[in-house]
């Protein structure tokens, strides 16, 4: 049985997100790498379950500026060919968009999320049973992506058209933050990088109502998303082996 997941994070602390807590319920083993201050990916083996590429401040194309990016698209590559299932957040789904060779960055208009949104499902998210309706989530961005050619539909917001997709069956990029537990979107309030004053963003008091009244069902449907997403499977052949 497959039971390391890969975790690329893009800070320098450990987060305390529901993935971390869904995977130490669920007995699995955590590899956590930071490619962005050094480490190495393992390379890829029989126990490796599933990769989550987690949000961050780092443009996915600037990969002159950011050569590690370099190493996250190979091993998201590799990923792909294994068919080892992937998920990627915010940053990490531009990631996946961009290396699907679709356009990822700030709009025209240069307009924000932060707080709690509500996205919308695609008839065919509701037809797959990924989101049944509409769904109040954490987001912090001001960049977005074009959906992958191939790509599957699954969620908008108001203020952008692609908040989730799925490419084959197993890679989704989502570019909100339903991993986030309260007490983490707390430190983002404090933290310098808070964007209050960017169009669109809502105020701490409109944050504190919102997130009071969409907590719970986020942290129901998000668990019962990893439920699905990270439940015991085998590890998929690489291409070519089995078809």
């Known amino acids: 049985m497959t039971n390391r997941v890969v975790l690329i994070e893009h800070n320098q602390h450990l987060l305390d997100t529901r993935v971390h807590a869904w995977l130490k319920r669920n007995d699995f083993v955590i590899d956590v ?9 393992a390379p890829i083996d029989a126990d490796v379950h599933a990769t989550v590429l987690f949000g961050g401040p780092h443009n996915v194309y600037e990969t002159d500026k950011h050569p590690f990016l370099l190493e996250e698209y190979r091993w998201i590559e590799t990923c792909l060919d294994h ?3 992937i998920l990627g957040i915010c940053q990490g789904a531009q990631q996946i968009a961009h290396h699907l060779g679709a356009w990822s960055g700030p709009t025209e208009s240069v307009r924000y999320e932060f707080g709690h949104y509500e996205i ?5 998210a509701v037809a797959e049973g990924f989101l049944q309706q509409s769904l109040r ?6 960049h977005t992506f074009d959906l992958p050619s191939g790509a599957v539909h699954l969620a908008r917001s108001d203020g952008f058209e692609n908040q989730a997709f799925r490419f084959g069956t ?3 990029g989502f570019q909100f933050h339903a991993e986030q537990r309260e007490s983490e979107f707390r430190n983002w309030q404090n933290a310098k990088w808070a ?3 960017k169009p669109g963003a ?6 504190n109502d919102y997130l009071a009244q969409c907590n719970d069902a986020q942290d129901t449907w998000f668990n019962g ?3 699905d997403f990270l439940g015991p499977k085998p590890m998929g052949t690489k291409k070519g082996d089995a078809e």
């Open 202 to 207: 809502q105020s701490r008091a409109e944050q």
């Open 225 to 227: 998303f990893l439920d």
């Open 83 to 85: 068919q080892v299932p």
């Open 137 to 142: 989530v954490t987001q912090a961005h001001f």
């Open 170 to 172: 197993n890679t989704y």
């Open 195 to 197: 964007m209050f004053d």
């Open 33 to 41: 790498r930071r490619p962005c201050i050094g480490d190495a990916i």
């Open 120 to 124: 919308h499902p695609s008839d065919q």
